[in-house]
């Protein structure tokens, strides 16, 4: 085949960056298959096997899950212990902990170093191994449960079960049918739109279709490379960390092969097709007043609260597709003020490129703003420990008799913290702090033999008020003499730890040395902390998915911008006339819709009453992409030759 000359570069290089790409996207939904259907493997390889469910087997292993965590992130911890002699361990596992042993996974003990993770649990008696994991990042956990006749604990035959328990960091994992369609969305349609666009663009030059062939083979086997790493190295992916597993991969390497090729085909019979004129879009006055009534009834129906949010909403859907009118009409009136004629001339390849550009990341960080929303419980959960940080722990745990509960005492005492019992009435739900009266006045709390109103005025006592009894509730407050019997007194629902900031982890070692069962030991709201957390790590996902659309959708309204440009060229464009043309405007476009992003999302954000996230470094990820994608794109439409170009779009940008 002869190389390629200077004139069919751009179609050339586009079509074959373009066809890559498809591939990669169409690649996607295989690794989302692969990934979800080596995790769900796993877990029914590691999970108990419940003698419920197999009551003609033999009961050979007590199983019972908890929870804790490191730097906010929650992670399983599991108690095992074996009924049998020979009963073997779960997967992962060389040998069952010993009494006071713990195995850990290796990014549990590196992530939670500064936390002492290795000696929380008792003595380190080893890893867990991969074969034990659902990924090489995964948390977890196995103790060894210090008794076999505890309440509230699974029995199981074994492990291995085709309807697993599913445990640890599989019961974050979403639906399958919810990540597909997430792919789909935000990959493969912009993929595909970025491949007819180069096509089109290719197939309206007899030289360049001559190549097209090679373009289209050529872009597919791009993508080899990546099934090879894919199934030999493990791979993480970037913003989220999620790491994708190459032992998982590498059990879909024939499917992943077969994939290539059927999108080999696909994209030839697709690159056949001959291109047909594309509507030029332009900047209108009414697009342009649209607009500023958009913006007016998005704005009236945010202000006017909840009743108006239909109003709101269709107010933001006009905003959104009257947005590139503005944006173009702006970047027009520059070029006009600078002297830029040909960006002056060029209304369609502006347009093209607002619509590319401005319309995707406005609707992602719409996107971005819902999904990392709080509630109203998590803010409160932050502010408590914006106020009082760690001087406060919870502790609910099985078997907390009187004399673990002294001795859990007895060890606090050397550390200057203290404790108090929380109780609850069954008939009135009143709750009853008991604690020593020195901890009770260091509480600003009465201290009696008889229960008084709790009245303090103390942030500790206040931040535990609100999250044992809310802002309705009684509380009361009584005098707790440790080690002496206790008559008429109900067993505590759960025990309170006050002390100074930054003593969680040690209170966290004490407690599970001391109790039977896997003890949750956290500051006060702590579980809606995780659950923001939670939503947070969504709307990372989101932003991921929508810069990878975003990159797609831009590089499609650049090339398209780019055959504009060579149109009015006539003799072919410098990089000087190509950076003005192309990369200027979309670094514009991009500035604008930036600004139009933000004070959208600030409307969402006032109907989410002010629990939206909106993160600033979302925009740095977005001017990434477009100014790399801007950068690389202009040198490219300037290599090109407008002699090829100009006879076959004659009709398609005129005017």
């Not at 009963?87 to 990014?107: F, M, N």
């Not at 090339?559 to 200027?584: N, P």
Request: glycine residues 10%; contains cysteine; proline residues 6%.
């Amino acid at each position: 085949m002869k190389p390629v000359v200077k004139g069919e570069l751009l179609p050339f290089t586009a079509v074959a960056a373009a066809t890559a790409v498809l591939t990669l996207a169409v690649l996607a939904l295989i690794v989302v298959v692969a990934d979800h259907d080596g995790r769900s493997v796993r877990d029914a390889e590691r999970g108990p096997r419940l003698a419920s469910r197999h009551p003609g087997e033999r009961v050979t292993v007590l199983w019972a899950p908890g929870f804790d965590d490191v730097g906010g992130i929650q992670h399983a911890v599991v108690a095992i212990a074996p009924l049998t002699h020979g009963a073997v361990p779960p997967p992962g596992l060389s040998r069952w902990p010993g009494h006071g042993e713990a195995v850990l996974s290796p990014a549990l003990l590196r992530e939670g170093e500064k936390e002492g993770i290795g000696e929380r649990y008792g003595r380190l008696a080893g890893l867990i191994s991969r074969e034990g994991l659902v990924s090489v990042e995964e948390r977890l956990a196995y103790v060894r449960l210090p008794r076999t006749d505890l309440p509230k604990v699974y029995r199981a035959t074994g492990f291995g079960d085709v309807n697993p328990l599913v445990f640890g960091e599989s019961q974050e994992r979403q639906g399958i049918s919810s990540l597909l369609a997430a792919v789909v969305l935000f990959i493969v349609f912009p993929a595909c739109a970025l491949f007819v666009t180069a096509t089109r663009v290719a197939t309206a030059l007899p030289p360049a279709r001559r190549r097209l062939p090679g373009a289209l083979a050529g872009g597919t086997l791009v993508a080899g490379p990546v099934v090879v790493v894919l199934t030999t190295t493990d791979v993480r992916l970037p913003v989220t960390g999620y790491v994708l597993s190459a032992h998982f991969m590498a059990r879909w390497l024939w499917p992943m092969c077969a994939t290539l090729g059927a999108v080999a085909v696909v994209a030839a019979l697709l690159g056949r097709k001959r291109a047909y004129a594309a509507p030029v879009h332009r900047a209108t006055t009414f697009g342009v007043r649209a607009f500023v009534g958009c913006t007016c009834v998005t704005a009236a129906g945010t202000f006017a609260g909840t009743g108006a949010a239909v109003v709101s909403l269709l107010g933001a859907v006009g905003f959104v597709l009257t947005l590139p009118a503005v944006i173009t009409a702006a970047v027009r009136r520059g070029a006009v003020m600078s002297s830029r004629s040909r960006l002056a001339g060029a209304p369609g390849g502006v347009s093209r490129l607002a619509w590319a550009v401005a319309v995707p990341l406005v609707l992602v960080f719409q996107l971005v703003v819902w999904t990392g929303r709080s509630s109203e419980a998590s803010d409160a959960a932050r502010q408590t420990f914006e106020r009082i940080g760690t001087s406060v722990a919870t502790v609910h745990a099985g078997g907390m008799s009187p004399d673990r509960i002294t001795t859990f005492h007895a060890r606090l005492l050397p550390k200057g913290w203290a404790l108090l019992k929380a109780t609850r009435d069954e008939y009135t739900s009143t709750v009853t702090l008991h604690g020593e009266c020195r901890t009770l006045s260091r509480l600003g709390m009465e201290c009696a033999d008889i229960p008084r109103p709790v009245r303090s005025t103390d942030p500790r006592a206040r931040e535990i008020l609100r999250w044992t009894v809310g802002t309705t509730g009684d509380a009361l407050s009584r005098r707790w003499r440790p080690g002496k019997e206790e008559t008429g007194v109900p067993q505590p629902e759960f025990l309170l730890v006050v002390g100074e900031k930054d003593t969680l982890g040690e209170v966290k070692r004490i407690a599970y040395r001391i109790f039977p069962r896997v003890p949750a030991v956290d500051v006060l709201g702590a579980s809606w902390l995780t659950v923001e957390l939670g939503a947070r790590r969504t709307a990372t996902w989101v932003t991921l998915l929508g810069l990878i659309a975003l990159a797609l959708t831009t590089a499609a309204g650049l090339i398209r911008a780019s055959a504009d440009f060579h149109i009015l060229a006539g003799e072919g464009i410098s990089r000087k006339v190509a950076w003005w043309g192309l990369a200027v405007p979309v670094l514009l476009i991009t500035l604008m819709a930036s600004a139009a992003a933000w004070w959208l999302g600030g409307m969402l954000n006032m109907h989410l009453e002010g629990r939206g996230w909106l993160p600033w470094s979302f925009f740095g990820g977005v001017f990434a992409v477009t100014g790399t994608s801007a950068l690389l794109g202009a040198p490219a439409a300037a290599a090109g030759s407008a002699k090829a170009w100009r006879k076959p779009y004659s009709g398609v940008a005129s005017g």
